[in-house]
């Protein structure tokens, strides 16, 4: 189970920063991502950290303005975002990859079978 907070209002050039609490699987040994979905749009890839945390991966429209993070002590996986800019407006998922998927180091949706029930992040100009 995947359990996403710290979704808000916050204007353009703020920051937030999203929480994802996992249970029920050892998703300490799982590349783990985000992706987001804005209304009318598919689900896109956000960004995705290797198990130990050495490796991620980034959506080019987000580089250099989030990061994502993860504790495995305490089965959570963070994104940082800073510098929001109105088009990250969007409900944020929280996904786990499907066990065959585990190592990949950029996730699609088609390889997530865990996915959190999403907060959204609303960014005002």
């Known amino acids: 189970q995947l359990v996403e907070s710290g979704g808000g209002l916050v204007q353009a050039g703020g920051s937030l920063r999203l929480s994802c609490a996992a249970s029920g699987r050892s998703f300490g040994s799982y590349t783990m991502g985000w992706f987001r979905q804005a209304p009318g749009h598919d689900r896109d890839f956000v960004a995705s950290i290797s198990w130990s945390g050495a490796n991620a991966f980034y959506a080019d429209s987000v580089k250099d303005r989030f990061t994502i993070s993860r504790d495995n002590a305490k089965n959570t996986v963070y994104l940082q975002m800073n510098s929001l800019k109105p088009e990250d407006t969007a409900l944020y998922y929280c996904?786990?990859?499907?066990?065959?998927?585990?190592?990949?180091?950029?996730?699609?949706?088609?390889?997530?079978?865990?996915w959190g029930q999403g907060t959204l992040v609303t960014v005002s100009s």
């Open positions: 996904a786990a990859p499907a066990s065959r998927y585990r190592s990949l180091s950029r996730l699609m949706p088609s390889d997530v079978d865990s």
